[in-house]
C-alpha cells in the first residue's frame, strides 16, 4: 500500500526567505506526482504535476523535482509571500488506478 | 480550465437525517468522479471512485450503504450521507476526470452533523 509522507509537517518562516516541502512515497510505480495547495477550509487548488518520466516542473516561483527511484519529491518556493501561507499537500498516482494518495500535508505559514 | 462545483459548501444537520452532497463539472464530461473525505488536521482519504452509469466502487473500511453515490450523467455525482453521526462530520471533496485524465477538484462541503 502506497504511503505517502511530507516533512516538515508545518513550518514558519519569514517573508522572502526561499523553502523546500519535502515529500515521500514508498512504492516507485507512480505514474504522476503533483502538489496541491490547500487553504483553511477550502478546496485543492493544483500546483504542478510531475509526469513519472520528468525530473521536475516549474511555475513562476514554484519549482517541483522528482527522483522516482529514491521515492522523493521536493516543492521549491522562492522568495515567499504572506500570500503563499497555507497546507501544501503531495498526492502520487499509481500506475494502476487514477486514485490519488495524499500525504498528510505541510503547513505553511510566512509572516510579514 | 476545468471547473467542478460542490453544493451545498457547508451543511449542518441533526443525527439521524440524510444529507446529499453534489459534485458537478461544469465545463467537461466526467466519466470518473471521486469522493474524498478529509479529517481535521488529516490528509485526503479516498473514500469511492465512480464511473458514469456504473455502481460506484469502495475502499475498504467504507461503508457503501451508509454512503450512497450515484453518477447518473457525465456532468454529476452524488453523494448521500444516510443516517448521519456526529462521526460523519468531516470535510467531503469530489474530483473529477475525463477519459482518466487528470483530476480537478471541487471547493469541499463542511458537513456538521450535531
Redesign the interface.
Known sequence: KQE?TQIPAALSVPEGENLVLNCSFTDSAIYNLQW?RQDP????T?LL?IQSSQREQTSGRLNASLDKSSGRSTLYIAASQPGDSATY?C?VRPNS?????????TSLLVTP | GAVVSQHPSRVICKSGTSVKIECRSLDFQATTMFWYRQFPKQSLMLMATSNEGSKATYEQGVEKDKFLINHASLTLSTLTVTSAHPEDSSFYICSASSEGDTQYFGPGTRLTVL
Do not use: E, P, T
Open positions: 505517502v496541491f477550509g477550502k478546496g485543492l493544483s504535476l499537500l498526492a488506478g487514477y486514485a490519488l494518495n495524499f500525504g498528510k500535508g
